[in-house]
């Protein structure tokens, strides 16, 4: 820990000197995003103990859920969490820190990309319907490779509420179809195995259909033109241009996929408890923010959790 608590020093000097000298920015802020980075960078080294140039995205998002959880002393006897402004505060001064990194070359890609900030009077980004879920994967030609291969990823997406990183990860050795299952790597490098629906092993089946004509040998399932593994950006942007093609008017991410998985559970009549061994939530508390939420319909539970 001790070396990369000097590379986060390091770099944290030299960001100073940069929001100060050359974006100008007052001795207040400098001050604010100095404070708001070493407390993330405290959570980072005591979680993960690795420097600030191999930070990824879900270490943010943890980050961010430990800030939500936090109780801050207030006066006399009385404790508050963060707001959601100062939540969006410190994720606005973690992007700055990162915008940094990656103007000077330290790093190629920026972990807070896809980072949602928290929303005044939403506990979590737009719910979509199973209508609209449908409608979305719908506009996706099957009779490609590339769209066999794209609604294949969005009803595993969607079936299994994976994340972002859990989808691309997905091997073809994860697939247990004779048991309804898949195999899933989580955060922390924890395995859990989650139930499949028939649609979305149909639709894996096809693309590997298409994939055995092509002699791919590589074990990763869901690749790109070139044969390797899909990035985060190019499922997001085929996920907004497939929203965009359905005609629906809402912040939609792949996140989206995950969240609507929940809610539509929860809804349908299962446990909090399951639906957080099934999203690999490490807290029940991460879990439980959906059961504020409501939808208008529902997929079939029994498809969602087919033998």
């Keep these: 820990m001790a070396e990369n608590s000097k590379k986060w020093d390091y770099a944290a000097k030299r960001y100073s ?29 005591r979680k993960f103990d690795v420097a600030p140039i191999h930070v990824e995205s879900y270490m943010i998002e943890q980050f961010m859920q430990w800030l939500y959880e936090q109780e801050i002393a207030g006066n006399g006897d009385e404790t508050h969490h963060y707001e959601k402004s100062s939540q969006a505060r410190i994720l606005s001064g973690i992007r700055s820190f990162y915008n940094f990194l990656l103007v000077t070359d330290a790093i190629q890609i920026l972990p807070t990309e896809f980072i949602e900030a928290p929303k005044a009077g939403h ?45 691309t990860a997905l091997h073809i050795s994860d697939l247990f179809f004779g048991e309804g299952y ?16 028939a649609s979305a092993r149909n639709r894996i089946s096809e693309y590997l259909d298409y994939r055995r004509k092509d002699n791919i040998n590589s074990d990763i399932l869901f690749l790109n033109n070139r044969g ?34 929940a809610t539509h559970l929860l809804n349908g009549g299962a446990s909090v408890r399951q639906v957080q061994e099934m999203l690999g939530h490490e807290s029940i508390t991460t879990t439980e923010i959906y059961t504020h939420l409501d939808t208008s319909r529902l997929r079939s539970t029994i498809e969602l959790l087919d033998n």
């Design 182 to 197: 898949i195999r899933v790597m989580g955060k922390g490098n924890k395995q859990r195995l989650v139930p499949i629906s």
């Design 123 to 167: 506990h979590l980004p737009d719910v979509l319907t199973t209508d609209e879920i449908d409608s979305i994967i719908a506009t996706i030609d099957p009779s490609t490779k590339k769209g066999c291969r794209d609604r294949a990823m969005l009803e595993t997406l969607y079936s299994c509420g994976l994340r972002v990183s859990e989808l």
């Design 17 to 45: 000197s940069y929001i100060k000298f050359e974006k100008n920015l007052s001795d207040n802020t400098v001050e604010s995003y100095l404070r708001d980075l070493e407390k993330f960078s405290h959570f980072i080294l």
């Design 228 to 261: 390797k593994a899909l990035t985060r950006v190019m499922l997001f942007t085929i996920i907004r241009q497939a929203a965009e093609r359905a005609g629906i008017d809402k912040q939609i991410s792949p996140h989206t996929f995950r969240h609507s998985f």
